[in-house]
């Protein structure tokens, strides 16, 4: 029989069949009731810090600043609206954010509009004052956006090339407060008054033939550097806004990447990657052509390389899988700072700007992750799970080199470390088991909380504290998670098993909220599923991050092999062997990667897996290899291409008997919405039992709340149900 849930305007709670005696102790609506910190940035003057909040899909500005560190929202939205907020950036003076309000478009050019609002929705850059109370103004439509250093003009990219405006005052007659309902969805007639005063200054820099990916202005102003991605290869040039020239630097066949200023602005370092034809998407890597770091003059183009990764472990460029982007950073006394895997861990290295020894800033076994520098250029501020692999702590290492210096000193999660640039005061965001991410101050060696107040509603005195486990692979190989076990009062079973499969596949989960709010909102999930008396156990399979290089690079994974697969049967059979769960009542679930392998465990292992729910899994790694990297002809890669589909859950549809409930938004950006469409269709012809909840409009990473809400009262409703 199959049942087909279609998302409408009006869709309310689903019906819940309890596994238990007693009721959930806690609902959907109010676990997922927190408010989620992301964007956190420090002022470049006095001591003041901002983020962007997002509570049940509202998403508004928040600061707070010294000596109180008292929070407060700097915009009013109220709605459930799926418009982002992000790229937040202070004016150089402290006084105004700059933020961009709407998603980026997909490859069709059309911006995210889960609400199917029939008026569309805009992309804008948005600047709100930090000490007055007028309300934000609308500047231009532009999704990347750069304030100059004298803080009255703004760079950004429309189609592909950079543009230019002036910052300027607020129009006459727009002095009103924020109205007590906040600002409109849509654009009022202040804000188009602003933006058309913002577009009629508007003027294009320069033309590049392919256009510019990203730009970086130097410290004095007067010089732009940029990345021109021309497909298998890519230039860093440097344009001059004083003579209006344009000066490619050093040129080459390779992938240079990452510009990054000197501070006196007289020279700019960048990556350069190699570029190997015969490399595709999910597959490992663990060798490479070594990539590099290049020095080059600005005005002469001329370059010179300061370091070489070495053959063999770390030779393969891989910050992309654990930084956010590409990242060069330029320190004080001429360090340049970069991550390298060379000891099969992602480490920070320093490097004299005219090259010589490296050192390693970050020794010992664990990983770095959301590095960011200190305003005075002398210590990579980072968070890190050295000492303890499962966690994440903050610390500090001199750019020259020196002992590193751990920060946090508590039990929970805590990562995004910034400095104010007066007192240089730590703040973060932080979490733990029971509570969500919240930014905090680091006062009297204490971590205060700034931001919002958690809702009263929240369970928090109700979530259990899940435990690490370690299980062993279907080839033997050791594979941790995180037990999440019913309370007291679901008695000792035998319970339902769940199991959860995280996307990526580059990531960890963790033993609380996590710094996704994507997963952060997965481990509400699983908290909520174990109040309703199942065993979940999240799974942290290979080729995830966070236990080094060889793991992660695992053999024969994703599309040349799916060995993840080991790993789910290894979950399946240690879940059956415990003695509280029910061997015959094992589902799974998961997200993107994790959706694939919910998919791969069902289609293989129906004997053992008695439901899933998938949300956008990949289904036909060949399909969505061609989305990844145009380049890729399967008519070509025959080798490649027989090894992929038979990697794929589309491979092996005659074994898999089990119910599934795919969940999928149709303007998904990163998993075509045709893969949950084969999959229904070859299912149904066989007559496996499949149930279907389509979000039209929406994208990857849910942006509307009340889409998260429907999507796991189904799960919880269609797993209660067949897991019984």
């Known amino acids: 029989m199959i049942r087909h849930f279609l998302l409408v305007a009006t869709l309310t709670a689903l019906p819940f069949v309890s596994m238990a005696a007693d009721e959930p102790s806690f609902s959907f609506a109010e676990v997922l009731s927190f408010p989620h910190p992301t964007g956190l940035v420090s002022a470049p003057v006095g001591d003041r810090v901002a983020w962007v909040s997002d509570q049940e899909g509202v998403r508004n500005v928040w600061v707070a600043e010294a000596p109180g560190w008292e929070g407060r929202a700097l915009t009013a939205y109220d709605a459930d609206d799926g418009q982002a907020i992000a790229e937040l950036a202070f004016a150089p003076d402290g006084a105004s954010i700059l933020f961009v309000r709407g998603g980026n478009p997909n490859r069709q050019g059309e911006l995210p509009n889960p609400r199917s609002d029939p008026d569309g929705v805009e992309q804008m850059v948005w600047i709100a004052s930090v000490d007055s109370e007028h309300a934000p103004k609308a500047l231009l439509k532009a999704g990347t956006f750069e304030i100059f250093p004298d803080g009255e003009r703004v760079a950004f990219l429309r189609d592909s090339q950079v543009w230019m405006t002036t910052l300027i005052d607020q129009p006459s007659g727009t002095d009103s407060e924020i109205p007590p309902d906040g600002p409109a969805d849509s654009i009022g007639d202040e804000s188009s008054e602003a933006a058309s005063a913002a577009e009629e200054n508007a003027s294009q820099l320069f033309s590049v033939r392919r256009g510019v990916a990203s730009f970086s202005i130097a410290p004095n102003g007067n010089q732009i550097a940029f990345v021109s991605d021309r497909g298998d290869y890519a230039f860093v040039g440097v344009y001059d806004l004083d003579v209006k020239t344009l000066t490619w630097l050093d040129p080459s066949v390779d992938r240079d990447l990452a510009p990054t200023w000197a501070p006196d602005s007289s020279a700019v370092a960048f990556l350069r990657i190699p570029n190997e034809r015969q490399v595709l998407p999910y597959m490992p890597r663990r060798e490479g052509l070594p990539w590099s770091v290049r020095v080059g003059d600005p005005a002469t183009g001329q370059t010179r390389e300061i370091f070489r990764a070495e053959e063999g472990p770390g030779s393969v460029f891989g910050a992309g899988y654990w930084f956010v982007g590409d990242r060069l950073w330029w320190g004080a006394d001429d360090r340049i700072i970069f991550p390298w895997e060379k000891t099969g861990w992602q480490h920070l290295w320093s490097v004299s700007s005219e090259g010589?020894?490296?050192?390693?800033?970050?020794?010992?076994?664990?990983?770095?992750?959301?590095?960011?520098?200190?305003?005075?250029?002398?210590?990579?501020?980072?968070?890190?799970?050295?000492?303890?692999?499962?966690?994440?702590?903050?610390?500090?290492?001199?750019?020259?080199?020196?002992?590193?210096?751990?920060?946090?000193?508590?039990?929970?999660?805590?990562?995004?470390?910034?400095?104010?640039?007066?007192?240089?005061?730590?703040?973060?965001?932080?979490?733990?088991?029971?509570?969500?991410?919240?930014?905090?101050?680091?006062?009297?060696?204490?971590?205060?909380?700034?931001?919002?107040?958690?809702?009263?509603?929240?369970?928090?005195?109700?979530?259990?504290?899940?435990?690490?486990?370690?299980?062993?692979?279907?080839?033997?190989?050791?594979?941790?998670?995180?037990?999440?076990?019913?309370?007291?009062?679901?008695?000792?079973g035998p319970h339902p098993g769940l199991l959860y499969f995280h996307g990526g596949s580059r990531r960890q989960m963790l033993l609380g909220f996590h710094p996704s709010r994507y997963y952060s909102n997965a481990y509400a999930f699983n908290q909520a599923m174990a109040s309703r008396c199942f065993v979940v156990v999240s799974v942290n399979f290979r080729s995830g991050v966070g236990y080094g290089l060889d793991f992660r690079e695992a053999l024969d994974y994703g599309a040349q092999g799916a060995s993840e697969y080991?790993?789910?049967?290894?979950?399946?059979?240690?879940?059956?062997?415990?003695?509280?769960?029910?061997?015959?009542?094992?589902?799974?679930?998961?997200?993107?990667?994790?959706?694939y392998l919910t998919a791969l465990g069902l289609a293989r292992a129906s004997h053992l897996f008695a439901a899933g729910v998938d949300i956008h899994g990949v289904h036909d790694w060949n399909a969505v290899l061609d989305d990844f990297e145009p380049t890729y002809d399967p008519d070509v890669e025959e080798?490649?291409?027989?090894?992929?589909?038979?990697?794929?859950?589309?491979?092996?549809?005659?074994?898999?008997?089990?119910?599934?409930?795919?969940?999928?938004?149709?303007?998904?950006?990163?998993?075509?919405?045709?893969?949950?469409?084969?999959?229904?269709?070859?299912?149904?012809?066989?007559?496996t039992r499949v149930e279907t909840l389509v979000f039209p409009d929406e994208v990857h990473g849910f942006l509307l709340h009340r889409n998260w809400l429907s999507a796991f009262r189904a799960s919880a409703e269609f797993l209660s149900r067949e897991l019984n």
């Open 566 to 595: 080991r790993d789910v049967v290894g979950a399946g059979l240690y879940m059956a062997g415990r003695a509280d769960v029910d061997p015959a009542q094992i589902g799974l679930w998961g997200g993107s990667y994790g959706g």
């Open 639 to 687: 080798e490649f291409e027989r090894v992929a589909y038979e990697s794929s859950p589309l491979a092996h549809l005659s074994s898999w008997e089990s119910p599934v409930l795919l969940i999928h938004g149709d303007d998904d950006r990163n998993v075509s919405f045709s893969e949950s469409v084969i999959l229904v269709e070859a299912l149904r012809r066989q007559g």
């Open 356 to 492: 010589g020894e490296v050192v390693n800033l970050t020794p010992g076994d664990g990983e770095v992750q959301h590095a960011e520098l200190s305003p005075d250029g002398r210590y990579m501020l980072y968070a890190s799970n050295h000492g303890d692999i499962e966690s994440r702590q903050i610390w500090q290492s001199p750019v020259a080199g020196g002992r590193p210096e751990r920060l946090t000193r508590g039990d929970g999660i805590e990562w995004a470390p910034r400095r104010s640039a007066e007192s240089g005061t730590l703040v973060y965001l932080g979490s733990d088991a029971q509570t969500p991410a919240r930014p905090k101050a680091m006062v009297d060696g204490t971590g205060r909380t700034i931001g919002p107040a958690l809702p009263g509603r929240f369970p928090h005195e109700q979530l259990i504290t899940p435990e690490l486990v370690t299980f062993a692979s279907a080839d033997g190989m050791t594979i941790p998670g995180q037990l999440f076990a019913p309370p007291e009062r679901c008695g000792g």
